[in-house]
């Protein structure tokens, strides 16, 4: 919406279709939606084709779908871990890739969605913190790639944006506790609205980095001291604990259920069984011995 508010066209692509729907028309005629799975190279250019023939030009891209695996890397299932690996980075990279040829002709602007979490990497996180470290560095490199195409690059880092990805994740006790470890200012909350605000803003201006909220250039300004041993002792402290109630989920959910949020749960499990039958990952069944998306805008 604040892509229309400010005279664009908002194309959306998402894999889920019915919300995906739903905000396309309260963008009203200056809404596009496109389903597609941002992790299937062949799906995004088809989307980006769509957007074409609609429209004839990009003029940023914004890849901006994530998903997040959570657990410790003792007990996270790996088909989790490795998924939001393919849905954030890999996703960037197809988003980013498909709709380069059209934003190079406007001289445009891509924007990838980093986060804090490439500067702050916590326990039972790894493949989130994984997922957005290698974002930014795809954003270092693509920006001095690019620079001589006329196309700028921005970063993204952004808070506790109030998101479905962020409340699911208090759907889980452990999750609740490893942010109970955080100060108060780390722990803040934006609303999705404030936080489009400043995208846009960011977008209009082809900003190189994006903060979400302000303060946050600061965390950037220290990032070196972020994992140094005072830095890392609350978490260190807690970790135990927050170990502990993952598996007390994982034994009364299961492993999918304690790795990924509801949404990504289901899309994980109609995925499996379209392609290979009933799945190890049934709603059912318990596992507890360890071993086992997203805007393009058009303006």
């Known amino acids: 919406m604040a892509v229309v508010a400010q005279g664009g066209i908002a194309v959306l692509v998402d894999c889920d279709d019915e919300p995906l729907a739903a905000i396309a028309r309260q963008c009203g005629s200056r809404g596009f939606a496109y389903v597609a799975d941002v992790s299937d190279l062949a799906s995004m250019r088809a989307a980006v084709e769509a957007v074409m023939a609609a429209y004839g030009r990009i003029d940023v891209v914004f890849a901006n779908a994530g998903i997040a695996a959570f657990g410790p890397v003792s007990h996270v299932d790996p088909d989790a871990w490795w998924r939001c690996m393919e849905v954030n980075a890999r996703g960037v990279f197809n988003t980013v890739r498909c709709a380069l040829d059209a934003v190079k002709k406007q001289r445009g602007y891509v924007l990838l969605n980093v986060s804090m979490s490439a500067l702050a990497h916590a326990p039972v996180m790894s493949a989130y913190a994984a997922s957005k470290s290698a974002i930014e560095a795809m954003g270092n490199a693509w920006r001095i790639e690019l620079a001589a195409h006329g196309v700028a690059v921005g970063l993204a880092y952004a808070g506790w944006v109030r998101t479905p990805l962020v409340t699911e994740g208090a759907l889980h006790p452990a999750f609740l506790r490893l942010r109970s470890t955080m100060p108060s200012l780390l722990n803040k909350e934006i609303s999705a609205a404030d936080a489009a605000r400043v995208i846009v803003r960011g977008m209009q201006r082809r900003t190189r980095r994006i903060w979400i909220p302000g303060w946050l250039r600061v965390l950037f300004a220290v990032r070196a001291l972020l994992h140094m041993p005072f830095a890392e002792r609350a978490l260190v402290s807690a970790a135990p ?59």
Not at 271 to 285: D, V
Not at 291 to 297: F, Y
Request: no cysteine.
């Open 241 to 299: 604990d927050i170990e502990r109630l993952y598996l007390e989920g994982l034994a009364a959910e299961g492993v999918l259920a304690s790795s990924l949020g509801p949404r990504e749960r289901l899309r994980t499990l109609s995925r499996l069984a379209q392609t290979s039958g009933p799945s190890r990952h049934s709603p059912g069944e318990h596992q507890t011995d360890g071993q086992g998306d997203k805007a393009r805008d058009v303006q």
